[in-house]
């Protein structure tokens, strides 16, 4: 793929096989079921809550660097997109510890960034931005 599809500037790329039409993210050259060629594909960047978690403790390092302010904890969950690919997203909270503003199957947005995309709850009106 030409474009990183975890640049911020191409927004949330994944890629749909041409064969059997599975939608990934990241974009891959290939399907993961069933080795077929597979094309670039925007992804809405909507979707709901489909599982989530408190990452409380540093991961492995390398590759995690930790940034200047040292580790803190924060929330990460798996949000199912409208093309029923469900995408790794670090879940944007005032507070970490205020875990009664999530629920399974809340709508979220995501934007792409560097790593793992970032979701938030999505604003209503919002939908399909």
Same mark, same amino acid.
Request: hydrophobic residues 35%.
């Given at each position: 793929m030409a474009t990183?599809? !975890?640049? +911020?500037? &191409?927004?949330?790329?994944?890629?749909?096989?041409? =064969?059997? /039409? *599975?939608? @990934?993210? +990241? /974009?891959? %050259? &290939?399907? +993961? !079921?069933? =080795?077929?060629? /597979? %094309? +670039? &594909?925007?992804?809405?960047?909507?979707? $709901?809550?489909? $599982?989530?978690t408190v990452q409380r403790y540093a991961p492995k390092s390398p590759p995690y660097q930790a940034p200047s302010g040292g580790f803190a904890p924060f929330a990460l969950g798996y949000v199912e997109l409208a093309e029923? *690919?469900? @995408? /790794? &997203? *670090?879940? %944007?909270? #005032?507070? *970490? #510890?205020?875990? %009664? @503003?999530?629920?399974i199957g809340m709508p979220l947005t995501l934007t792409a960034g560097p790593g793992v995309p970032r979701a938030r709850p999505t604003v209503r009106g919002e939908e399909g931005t």
């Open positions: 990183d599809p !975890r640049s +911020p500037d &191409a927004g949330l790329q994944g890629s749909r096989c041409s =064969g059997c /039409a *599975v939608t @990934v993210y +990241p /974009a891959e %050259d &290939a399907c +993961p !079921r069933c =080795g077929g060629s /597979a %094309d +670039p &594909a925007a992804l809405q960047g909507t979707g $709901t809550l489909w $599982t989530w029923g *690919v469900r @995408v /790794a &997203a *670090v879940l %944007d909270l #005032d507070d *970490v #510890d205020d875990l %009664d @503003v999530l629920r």
